[in-house]
DNA sequence: ATGAAAGCGCTAACAA
DNA sequence: TTGTTAGCGCTTTCAT
């Protein structure tokens, strides 16, 4: 372990020049085959690993990319519906199922090694400065959850090395992105809603990111142009991550007190849509029949509860691959200019809306 | 972006030497403060972010950490019980639950940054030994889960740099491990469902693995000293892991339709169970009332099934925290023998064993 | 406290 | 086809 053999090693026992080495496996086409015979078995013997290291600095680039990843920490605290205790340990805080993250995170992974890339993951939350920028000097290009660093530290990043957004909309800046057609998905999701007869519609959760924004902007236009009455803001408008949950379960047992329920709630993402279908399951309220309920995402867990989520899919998978795509070309060629683009959604109509099951 | 600041660039800025501006960031007491604000002042300017490359390649370390995941790709195929049919799209291959590998995956990240190492992954499922090396090249100790690549690629690695396997306890081989004391936990399992009075347990779930097999040793170890009957072998003993939910659901069906369903399901693992329970419900039949199902692992999907899942809680968060320590310290002392460390587990009693909620 | 200079292991001209 | 050689950007003695 101690050293490691270098190339000079597998180049003096194969009895060539480094150079040879080198060409062995970075252009097999330019040895002689049986030298590079030669020089793979020695580079065998030795159990020669190439440096990455090195290979780098000679090569100007590391060879990997970077995703700097959100830090969603405790998931929703859902309820088994056992009981109406907490279902979860406190001192357990692991996300409940597979959040949009980690789907489009599989999706880089994959076409990283795909292309040949490394890639190294930093969640931002548990990263000060210094991690920041550590991972900014190992890797040839970011992908950035928006909304995972702070506006100032993006500019600089973004100066340095090719950088892509996930999600976020915003037309201030000058960066890449990568989106979905969050407006034509509500649109069409609330259209649905709408042939099913519904006309109190409520929309639910924060809409502090632009994609979110984008949502409700399209929900309160189909709804505009249905001539139902349109609400001025969201419930929940502005509840932090963290403490969506409980607000979401205290917030629906008022509206029940209240006898206050909406015919549907439109949920601005699935994580807030299952919160308030256990809510509304724990309180004995039928879902669809009294109220219907919907999501957007598509994450893997809406379709485990009964009633199945009626919601608008996101193509995570392929927007992870489309992101690594973007930051290689934008490796490949630095003066093209920045591109947002959109990946169509796709709406998923399950029983949580009023439909039948299919 | 095109070229970015060097320490030369910072140096001529600040004027000053390169290596002044070296000593600036890594060892700032060996410069006079105003020196330090000059150049850190230049530096922020440039704004210059220091190549890892470079750095590793003169300080004969990367500084970074390489985790070695399996490629669980589809999880398993639940249904939601409201209906027989498959609820999951057959396009959609994502997890449905957290797994134990993603747990265990959070905690060498946090470690990972806490100790100021970059994390680099890849999934040995897509790797190719292409893959397998670059990533060995790029970082200076590797954590794998074992079974994630061959014995001979595993070997090599292990020449060539301070590995950490997770899980299985094999000793024809010298590499570090961290485990868990699968036999005390499922001693403690058994001995307690013997407690409620069971007498026919039958253990599921293939064994090929080390620690499983330690899991079903102990299994019968503690049936034998209790004098009661000891199954042989376990059900579903050789299922490889993708073909394992639809062969649990037919076997489960099996013993129903032949009215030999034993008293209790011991699971190899969480995910095992979880199957096993769900097939049990879609045919009717209580648990725990008419059978008794746990599990292995403390997934956190356990606790959100009804009834709740009786099973043995692996520390994963802190497995991850202790590979990557003994990483760090086989990188820092490498001529220190290899350790095999056993992380206590934790017996977790809920419904599916029969008993009371609590 | 700061600077000069020798590499770290590899790639890629350029020579031969 | 293969070898020679000049860096890549940084760390780290060793001088000053």
Redesign the interface.
């Known amino acids: 372990?101690?050293k490691?053999p270098t190339v000079y090693d597998v180049a003096q026992r194969a009895g060539v020049s480094i150079a040879t080495v080198s060409f062995t496996f970075r252009q097999p086409t330019k040895v002689r085959e049986s030298t590079r015979e030669l020089v793979k078995a020695a580079a065998r013997e030795l159990?020669y690993?190439?440096?990455?290291?090195?290979?780098?600095?000679a090569g100007g680039r590391?060879?990997?990319l970077g995703v700097l990843s959100l830090d969603y920490r405790p998931a929703m605290p859902?309820s088994?519906?056992?009981?109406g205790s907490p279902?979860?340990?406190p001192n357990?805080d692991?996300?409940?199922?597979?959040l949009y993250i980690?789907?489009v995170q599989?999706g880089i992974?994959?076409e990283c090694?795909?292309r040949?890339y490394?890639?190294?993951?930093?969640?931002a939350g548990?990263?000060n400065e210094a991690?920041l920028?550590?991972?900014?000097?190992?890797v040839d290009g970011l992908a950035i959850f928006s909304g995972s660093i702070g506006d100032a530290d993006l500019r600089?990043l973004a100066?340095?090395?090719?950088v892509v957004l996930l999600t976020g909309s915003r037309h201030d800046d000058d960066l890449s992105r990568v989106s979905v057609d969050n407006a034509d998905g509500m649109r069409d999701l609330t259209e649905h809603l709408i042939s099913h007869g519904l006309r109190d519609l409520q929309f639910v959760g924060s809409i502090e990111a632009a994609d979110r924004m984008e949502r409700f902007d399209a929900f309160r236009a189909t709804l505009r142009a249905a001539n139902l009455p349109v609400p001025r803001e969201p419930l929940a408008a502005t509840v932090a991550y963290r403490a969506m949950a409980p607000y979401l379960r205290a917030m629906t047992a008022d509206l029940i007190a209240r006898d206050a329920l909406p015919e549907a709630f439109v949920c601005v993402s699935d994580e807030v849509a299952l919160v308030v279908m256990d809510s509304l399951r724990d309180a004995g309220i039928d879902v669809p029949g009294r109220v219907a309920v919907t999501g957007f995402d598509g994450l893997?867990?809406g379709?485990?509860?009964?009633?199945?989520l009626t919601t608008v899919r996101q193509p995570m998978?392929a927007m992870g691959a489309l992101v690594v795509q973007t930051l290689i070309e934008r490796i490949e060629r630095?003066n093209e200019p920045t591109v947002t683009q959109r990946l169509p959604v796709q709406l998923v109509l399950h029983?949580s809306c009023g439909c039948p099951?299919n």
Chains 1, 2 share one sequence.
């Open positions: 372990m101690a490691g159990g690993i190439p440096s990455a290291n090195a290979r780098g600095l590391t060879g990997a859902e088994d519906g056992a009981s279902s979860v340990d357990v692991f996300r409940l199922f597979p980690d789907e599989r992974e994959e090694w795909r040949g490394a890639m190294t993951v930093a969640a548990s990263s991690v920028f550590d991972i900014a000097g190992r600089r100066e340095r090395l090719p893997v867990a379709r485990l509860v009964t009633p199945r998978q630095p029983e099951p």
